[in-house]
């Protein structure tokens, strides 16, 4: 009979949640005496996690805004934290969320505790000297491009190159008839999506600017229409909103969640930057990334920036295949001309999407089992 084996684990966001649900199925899977205690959403829940704190209460970006909700992070880490020292788990698992995974992951780890970090920060792309606090809090970084491992065995760091799900999950080729199809939208005509964002203040900052875009894209182009995924009702509700305030005569479907489906039915993409734009690679569409943060986070961001990009499919090209328009120079005029090109001209996008063809078939490594084969060897070794 196996020993049973006790895992920590915890996500601060929908993204982590993914991941740490495809983890903690791929555990149960290869090693079925394994119990889950740590902090989830709906997808860490289903694979058997009871959430200590509802993750949402987690989900902040930027620099500054987090600092409105310092003392209740602060809180949950501590508590956390007394809870594996009262019953120490076999292995602490931290999903993303590094400002707030890592501190936790060093004071476990000084407990004697084996640590795994499941996404590398990007700390090849700004705040370099991050590394040095990474070796100090982590046994095992779980990576999930192949740019990423160099850089850590030069800094010392266990890493294993697990791939990426989605790029497990999202067949090579779209069916995007198909897509159509199930989401209502006419079979031929040119259909453009608008991606937001998931968060409150990515909707508030990027939604007006895109339906901006979108009206000076209806004109040039008779007969286009525009579908956005609405990432659940609080979400819709900001949309919606948007809508009413001076879009209602245009073109526009929304759709409940369906954001693959919603860009599998595209002719063209604008998104915020992030794993929407990591998506809109894997399901060849020709895009456009914008991206806002508040002012002042985004003068800090900007100063420390070490990567000639920021989209996910610009940094595994190595090219600017994906027109970037960040801040001040995301504005309606500057994306509807660079999505006028693609919308005019699709022809002209066959070699990106070769690129994104082949950069897909080099991320599928089936990142669930090999990152569950990876924390399994790690417990073992201890």
Known sequence: MEKPLRVSILAGESSGDILGGG?????QERYPAITFKGIGGEEMAAAGLVSRVPMDRLSV?????????????????????????????????????????????????????????????SVWAWRQGRIRKIAQAVDLMLALFPFEEQFYREHGVKVCCVGHPLADDLPLTPDSAGARQALGLPATGRVLALLPGSRGGEVERLCPVFLAAFRQLATRFPGLSAVI??????????????????????????????????MAA???????????????????????????MAPL????????????????PNLLADKPLVPELLQDAATPEAIADNLEKLLANPADSGAIIETWHRLHESLRRDASATAAAAVLDLCRAR
């Open 23 to 27: 983890l903690m199925k791929a555990l």
């Open 61 to 121: 970006m930027g620099l500054v805004e987090p600092l409105q909700r310092l003392p209740e992070l602060l809180r949950i880490r501590r508590d956390f934290y007394e809870a594996m020292k009262a019953s120490p788990p076999d292995v602490f698992i931290g999903i993303d969320s590094p400002d707030f995974n890592l501190d936790l992951e060093r004071k476990v780890r000084a407990l004697g505790i084996p640590t795994v970090h499941y996404v590398s920060p």
């Open 229 to 262: 995924p609405c990432a659940g009702p609080p979400r819709r509700a900001q949309i919606e909103a948007c809508i009413q305030a001076g879009y209602s005569d245009l073109d526009i479907t929304l759709v409940d969640g369906q954001s693959r489906t919603v």
């Open 266 to 292: 595209a002719d063209a993409l604008v998104l915020a930057s992030g794993t929407a734009a990591l998506e809109g690679m894997l399901m060849k569409k020709p895009m456009v990334v914008a991206y806002k």
């Open 297 to 312: 986070s985004y003068a800090i961001i900007s100063r420390m920036l070490k990567a000639p990009y920021v989209s996910l």
